[in-house]
């Protein structure tokens, strides 16, 4: 059995309210810091811990920390981001709605540790239900004294606001959530500077997701080096995987990083396989914007390895024949569904979402969109193939912040991965309304287009 440290305590009756999750051990860590320890010493421990932000970066955590400017009589920000806007994602929602008291116990933690006496909480406009739940949780424990005005009587004093975005996924890139935290239009900023030199208000600021700040939590209690010990290489701890598509048990699962998977999607423990006796096409591992891989290359690197839920093995080969952890927003699709219609749906995503800021971006997103959309009511051409990795190419790495790329990579591994489904589409268009493509040579990743 795979250990928890986040939901450890998830089935206990009553977690949601502070006396139950004080019960069962909440605000230990928080009692620790400010008792027994400097915030360097906060930082020190999240960085032996090899903690990667779990938001989709993977950047290490304590590193991110150590950045934070810390100019004098300036205040310093603890933002967290839970806008969760990616696509396939919904475990800081989860946490959020189950165990908020994790989340702010980390956010009293991480504030201390940055030294950071007002911290907000970015939740999606959409999840009003979880904003009444933290805003709960944030006065039971501000009634409990570990909120306010000397916590504790430590001398240190914090003040935990939560704030609703207006559903953008935009704003789950860091900069444009602080220009909405601002008050602005969510359009991500031009970096540098970054957010750790002039982020909210102009101040120094941490942006930080869900998952990371509540993993702080376990850091502190057991400490940095036992933590680095789940998990290999530089993928250490745990992680919350958001499962959906074509499970017998879609949901979110902590896992040791590290497990194969294979294990992930067909053991008992985990997903259980696929649903209703079908076969496995593809996956994409981490959310929307992560490259799909076919089934091949999801249970398998390219050179044979045994493929593992870790930032490094989801990773390997590149975008050629790899993709990312991403977001940890797990999405299986079986035999019967169709490649182009999932990549055109996922398009359509990101043109909506698109700020308009960028040329590529902007008018990118919706020429494949255009395209796509195209291809999959039986009017396209097999030209469109290559117009549409024209497209995505431009996009690629030419835009403020990553939208761009998050549209251009799921087209791109589309057309590598699954050209003989486009251009059955192509070729065979009444079929195409009627039927999808299925299995065939769905493992035999093609070379990508050379241009």
């Given amino acids: 059995m795979a250990r928890k440290l986040l939901l450890t ?17 909440g605000y230990r860590a928080v009692e620790k810091v400010l008792k027994t320890m400097s915030p360097d010493d906060v930082v020190e421990e999240v960085k032996k811990s090899g903690l990667r932000g779990r938001g989709g970066a993977g950047f290490p955590t304590g590193m991110k920390w150590s950045f934070l400017a810390k100019p004098e009589g300036v205040p310093r ?14 475990k800081d929602r989860f946490l959020m709605t189950h165990i908020p008291h994790a989340l702010l116990e980390g956010m009293i933690v991480s504030s201390y540790a940055l030294g950071a006496h007002t911290s907000y909480i970015y939740v999606r406009g959409e999840m009003m239900p979880q904003i009444r739940i933290l805003e709960r949780a944030i006065q039971e424990a501000k009634a409990a004294g570990f909120l306010g005005n000397n916590i504790l009587g430590s001398g240190y004093d914090l003040e935990i606001y939560v704030q609703p975005g207006a559903g953008a996924y935009i704003c789950g890139e860091e900069t444009a959530l602080l220009e909405s935290l601002e008050g602005k239009r969510g359009n991500p900023r031009i970096k540098p ?23 702080t939590v376990p850091i502190i209690n057991d400490g940095g080096e036992e933590y680095a010990k789940i998990g290999i290489e530089r993928s250490t701890g745990t992680k919350l995987i958001s499962a959906s598509g074509n499970l017998v048990k879609p949901g979110v699962y902590e896992i040791d990083l590290g497990l194969s998977v294979e294990e ?57 024949t790899g993709s990312s952890m991403g977001s940890g927003g797990f999405i299986a699709f079986d035999e019967d569904q169709c490649i182009v219609r999932n990549t055109w749906n996922f398009s359509r995503f990101y043109h909506h979402e698109s700020c308009g800021q960028c040329s590529p971006c902007r008018e990118g997103t919706g020429w494949m ?23 995505q190419r431009r996009i690629e790495g030419n835009t403020i912040c990553p939208l761009g790329d998050a549209a251009a990579w799921p087209v791109a591994a589309a057309i590598r991965h699954f050209r003989d489904e486009f251009e ?28």
């Fill in 369 to 391: 969109e255009k395209v796509l959309h195209k291809i999959e009511t039986g009017h396209g051409d097999l030209s469109d193939i290559e117009l549409l990795w024209d497209i």
């Fill in 424 to 451: 059955w589409h192509i070729n065979h268009p009444e079929d195409a309304l009627t039927r999808n493509y299925g299995l065939a040579h769905y493992a035999d990743p093609l070379a990508p287009i050379v241009s």
């Fill in 9 to 25: 305590h998830i089935d206990v009756p009553g977690i949601q309210t502070f006396e139950v999750y004080r019960q069962q051990g």
């Fill in 264 to 320: 992930f999607i067909y053991s008992d423990e985990y997903c259980g396989g696929i649903a209703n006796g079908k076969r496995l096409k593809a996956v994409v591992p981490g959310g929307s914007s992560v490259p799909i891989l076919p089934t091949n290359l999801i249970l398998k690197t390219a050179n044979g390895n045994s493929r593992l839920m870790t930032y490094e093995s989801l990773a390997d080969g590149g975008f050629q």
């Fill in 193 to 215: 500077p970054f957010p750790a030199i002039a982020g909210l208000y102009g101040c120094p600021t941490v942006v930080n997701n869900v998952e990371s700040i509540a993993a």
């Fill in 77 to 90: 920000y603890l933002v967290c981001n839970g806008d969760e806007s990616e696509p396939g994602t919904f």
